[in-house]
């Protein structure tokens, strides 16, 4: 700029810095990220609390099994199965299907219901081959893969066979070696379950009683006296 004779410099205005950002980048496999471990970590919440809840209300309602003749039959059955560890028998009001629960002190809960003796034999074979096989430690397996893939629905059908099949397996063990009359009883003794119906449930127990919709194929498996290959489920 030419004033008169004399020229005057204005200096150019100082450029002012962008203000860096408040929220920073974050990319849309960190969203993912968050919202699978969010996802994980809620399934795994309600897994627990329900069975935080159904251990406080199964020992709240449940009382130890004294009947001499009982405890002898369970003695028996360990020994006969190489059971040397200590598995306790308990009588529950808030349970409707025999179960085998606890990691720690495993037991055996019974509903409140008129077995007869040779229906609790089944029953209490059934839940010590449960036990000798640790299926609630592939339970607790199974649970854990179903939190990680919990946005899978594929993973629940999965959940779910499983389940059917570690019971089709308890049920192929109690009957190995009997003939068709002791088949049809052990069939009517699960069938007769039916009655009772489970209120309590909770993912880290067997049920004896696993639903309708299995029984057919569970009823048909039981009275099957074919002998079964393994090269399919080795295979599987």
């Not at 069975?51 to 130890?64: I, Q, T």
């Not at 059908?157 to 052990?186: F, G, H, N, P, W």
Request: charged share 20%; net charge positive.
């Amino acid at each position: 700029l030419h004033i008169g004779n004399k020229a005057a410099v204005i200096a150019p205005a100082p450029t002012v810095n962008a203000l860096p950002s408040a929220m920073p980048s974050v990319s849309w496999w960190q969203i993912a990220a968050a919202v699978w471990l969010a996802g994980m970590v809620l399934f795994l919440a309600c897994q627990g609390r329900r069975h935080c809840r159904f251990l406080k209300l199964a020992a709240r309602w449940s009382a130890d099994i004294k009947d001499e003749q009982t405890l002898a039959l369970l003695h028996n059955l360990k020994a006969q199965l190489g059971i040397s560890q200590t598995v306790g028998l308990q009588c529950c009001d808030s349970i409707g299907s025999p179960m085998l629960t606890g990691f720690v002190r495993p037991r055996i809960l019974l509903p409140a219901a008129d077995f007869t003796e040779e229906e609790l034999r089944f029953i209490l074979k059934h839940e010590l081959i449960h036990f000798k096989r640790k299926d609630l430690w592939y339970k607790c397996l199974v649970l854990l893969a179903t939190a990680v893939h919990w946005f899978n629905p594929i993973v629940y059908l999965m959940a779910k066979a499983i389940d059917t099949q570690c019971e089709l397996s308890c049920d192929a063990e109690v009957v190995r070696s009997t003939d068709a009359d002791t088949r049809l009883y052990y069939s009517e003794t699960i069938i007769g379950v039916i009655r009772y119906r489970s209120k309590l449930k909770t993912s880290l127990s067997t049920n004896f009683y696993g639903g309708k919709k299995g029984m057919k194929e569970r009823i048909s498996s039981i009275m099957d006296m074919n002998r079964k290959k393994a090269g399919a489920a080795v295979l599987g």
